[in-house]
């Protein structure tokens, strides 16, 4: 059966949705009372030795819905009308590369990323593509949660399993994270992101559980804590196991992530001068990477950040079928926004001596159909008129797609792979999740090739079984 979905059968596809979840934002003092936050703790940490060298970090930036890489970073101005978008191309600081005049400041920057133009995977729909893209199954059909954990929570497993951290902060945060169709599995939710919902660009933005608000409060929750050590007393002499020793430990780390001051400093935008928060972007994805920008720097290792809501257009994500968005009027509503914040957080990379240490990785799962079709409107909105009118659109495509790749180390300023003349299918270095994954995973020093984790039923499933590190990428 072929695995390419016809625009027919995709047209009428909402997009990716909205599913509701438990988060660690939604565990309050109450919670910490009854041990719930350190039980969880507990989960995410196993005795070792720490290791000596500088801990890799990621940014990951996810396009939920999937950009058109004809109209950014691979455009095919020699085609006809009927594939080829409206805007014009513009040179790149690197000889001979060219973007759409919808990226600008990448432009202007283009020697500090790579643009990886070959990537592709065999899965149509938003549910599959992107656990292809993020956990590496290779199933095509879409299902309603994942079967594999994703490489973020893998990540924050591996890396909890090398030692204690001294770092109060969580390991791997989400900032408006990417939580559709994907997650820890079966890894337990001990390994979800600590996930940050509230919009960064908000006067008074806070994350709550981080930090307590005066010493009154950090008084009172040092009491509440010494209570329920009292009432602990008598069933330590019956703790044949240990457990309740070693729940100190992870106790310790709650309180500490709620009086220490660096958790509150790390979320504090304010800390930043107003032209670093202008360079970004006043709006929501702006302050959204520059708070990645920070937490990395603060010692965090896996942050990931889904550009979506109202920035993107009526529908709120990059799936710019005609019944959602006219997907030209879509680009031009929310490009500005995002070349600003992206590039911003990758000249910073590097201005700011990360560039070796944090890798940014900018992908979707998947690009759009590279021919433009045409279907009514379902709703008037931005980047879409009233309903009823006939405008164009791209629909699913992930035969040839395009991501971004910067720091890291990596050798920058290049194109790896090419697609064909309309931009259909793959004709040089192809790419799909297995590589992309496995590069991921080289970065934070983990040898995907060797490494499996036991499922539910005990059987040991490696966290990567096809592909290999892209050698382009790796260093």
């Not at 990886?116 to 549910?127: C, E, T, V």
């Not at 005609?322 to 910073?348: G, S």
Request: proline share 7%.
């Amino acid at each position: 059966m072929s695995s390419i979905i016809t625009p027919s059968k995709l047209v009428r596809c909402a997009g990716p949705l909205s599913w509701s979840r438990r988060s660690f934002m939604q565990v309050g003092l109450s919670g910490f009372a009854s041990l719930t936050w350190p039980g969880l703790l507990k989960l995410r940490a196993e005795n070792a030795v720490k290791p000596g060298h500088e801990r890799k970090a990621i940014i990951m930036v996810w396009l939920p819905g999937g950009l058109s890489h004809l109209d950014s970073y691979d455009p095919k101005p020699e085609i006809g009308s009927e594939y080829r978008g409206p805007f014009k191309t513009i040179s790149t600081k690197v000889p001979g590369t060219h973007f759409t005049e919808l990226l600008p400041h990448h432009v202007r920057i283009a020697d500090k990323f790579t643009v990886l133009r070959s990537m592709n995977q065999k899965a149509g729909g938003h549910p599959a593509g992107s656990m292809q893209m993020l956990s590496g199954d290779a199933d095509t059909r879409d299902k309603p949660k994942p079967r594999l954990p994703d490489w973020m929570s893998v990540a924050h497993y591996l890396r909890s399993k090398e030692g204690k951290r001294t770092n109060p902060l969580p390991n791997y945060i989400g900032v408006n994270p990417p939580l559709e169709y994907n997650g820890p599995a079966y890894l337990g939710d001990a390994y979800a992101p600590f996930s940050v919902t509230d919009d960064p660009n908000r006067p008074n933005f806070q994350v709550p559980n981080l930090g307590l608000a005066d010493d009154a409060e950090t008084r009172r929750l040092s009491e509440r804590v010494a209570l329920r050590k009292s009432l602990d007393k008598m069933e330590r002499a019956f703790d044949r196991e240990g457990e309740l020793g070693a729940l100190d430990e992870f106790e310790t780390q709650a309180m500490t992530l709620l009086t220490n001051p660096q958790t509150r400093d790390a979320f504090d935008l304010n800390k930043e001068d107003a032209a670093t928060r202008d360079r970004y972007g006043r709006n929501r994805w702006g302050q959204q990477l520059l708070l990645a920008r920070r937490l990395v720097e603060s010692g965090v290792e896996m942050v990931t950040s889904s550009l979506s809501g109202p920035l993107c257009g009526r529908v709120g994500n990059w799936d710019d079928h005609a019944v959602n968005h006219h997907q030209f009027e879509a680009l031009r509503f929310r490009m500005p926004n995002y070349d600003q914040a992206v590039a911003a957080l990758i000249e910073d990379i590097y201005a700011r001596g990360l560039d070796k240490r944090v890798l940014v990785v900018v992908t979707g799962e998947f690009g759009r159909t590279p021919k433009i079709s045409f279907d009514r409107s379902t709703g008037a909105g931005d980047a879409s008129a009233p309903a009823g009118t006939l405008q164009p659109g791209r629909d699913h495509w992930p035969r040839a797609f395009s991501n971004i790749w910067a720091g890291g180390g990596i050798q920058t300023g290049g194109i790896i792979g090419a697609t064909d003349k309309r931009g259909e299918d793959v004709i040089e270095r192809p790419c799909g999740p297995g590589d992309f994954l496995a590069t991921i995973y080289h970065h934070l020093g983990i040898d995907s090739s060797k490494i499996t984790i036991n499922d539910l039923n005990g059987r040991p499933t490696p966290i990567v079984d096809h592909g290999r590190p892209i050698a382009e990428l790796v260093v």
